[in-house]
């Protein structure tokens, strides 16, 4: 059997020092000055008031008893679904009682609502402008470089990922150039930054990216500008009200006594 043939590239040893350790080192120090920038811009989120919680709890209080519909006993469901149903549609849970059915305000003009805007642009401002300088500092100085090889084989499909900025169609995909090793730190140093600072940082490319696709994970609340609390109840209250419940205990007996053999 004839042994594949590996493909060798000279490169210098210096490269390493030069290029590799360089490109890692200022993208784990940007990672650590973004967070801290991203802590000092960070606005305090200010209190609520309680009409506010209410209303927000209120809708979670319904999806969580969807959710946990089969852990409650038929009466108990029936109790809560029709207190919750009855509060939907009469609005009592709403912020804003009298404005039930008016027009959805501008978001524009929510203090709120700008305010979590401005954040998210501080976010976003954080996380472009470092990488933009990074990004420019290395197709400057260290573009067309081929730093290492990667221990294990890889299929033809990652050569774009793992050689960009390197030209060469012939070049073993187990190479990676210098750009691309920057995409792989962009994206590979979430373990180093959670030692570093915490699971909670900031310094995470792919969190801030997480973060801004779904901001209501992030704590912003359940209602996002623009959108009607009062419809949001009632679609609620209708899914309760078509909810088909079951309960998890009904015919416990049979079942644990059918799974015993005398």
């Known amino acids: 059997m004839v042994d594949p043939m590996v493909q060798t590239v000279h490169r210098d040893p210096a490269l ?9 080192v200022v993208m784990i120090l940007t990672g650590v000055l973004r967070h801290y920038a991203t802590t000092l811009l960070a606005t305090t989120p200010k209190r609520q008031p309680f009409a506010a919680i209410r209303e927000q709890r209120s809708l979670l209080r319904g999806v969580n008893l969807r959710t946990n519909a089969p852990q409650l006993s038929t009466i108990a469901f029936n109790a809560r679904k029709n207190y919750l149903v009855q509060g939907y549609k009469d609005g009592i849970f709403l912020k804003d009682p009298e404005n039930r059915g008016k027009a959805a ?18 976010g976003n401002m954080m996380m472009m402008v470092p990488q933009t300088v990074i990004m420019g500092w290395i197709n400057a ?3 067309g470089f081929v730093i290492l090889k990667l221990p294990f084989p890889l299929t033809i499909r990652f050569k774009s990922m793992l050689q960009s900025g390197v030209a060469t169609r012939d070049l073993d995909v187990q190479w990676v150039s210098s750009l691309s090793w920057y995409f792989l730190n962009l994206f590979g140093l979430q373990s180093v930054f959670i030692f570093i600072l915490g699971n909670d940082n900031a310094a995470s490319q792919m969190a801030q990216q997480m973060s801004q696709m779904n901001p209501g994970a992030a704590g912003a609340g359940m209602f ?3 959108q009607d609390p009062d419809k949001l ?24 006594l059918a799974t015993k053999e005398f």
């Open 16 to 24: 390493f020092y030069w290029i590799l350790f360089p490109i890692s």
């Open 105 to 122: 305000a501008n978001p524009m003009t929510d203090p709120a609502a700008m305010e979590g805007m401005m954040g998210m642009m501080k």
């Open 141 to 143: 100085f260290f573009a």
């Open 224 to 226: 996002q500008p623009g």
């Open 233 to 256: 109840f009632l679609s609620e209250a209708e899914n309760l009200e078509v909810l088909e419940h079951w309960y998890i205990l009904d015919g416990i007996e049979d079942r644990s």
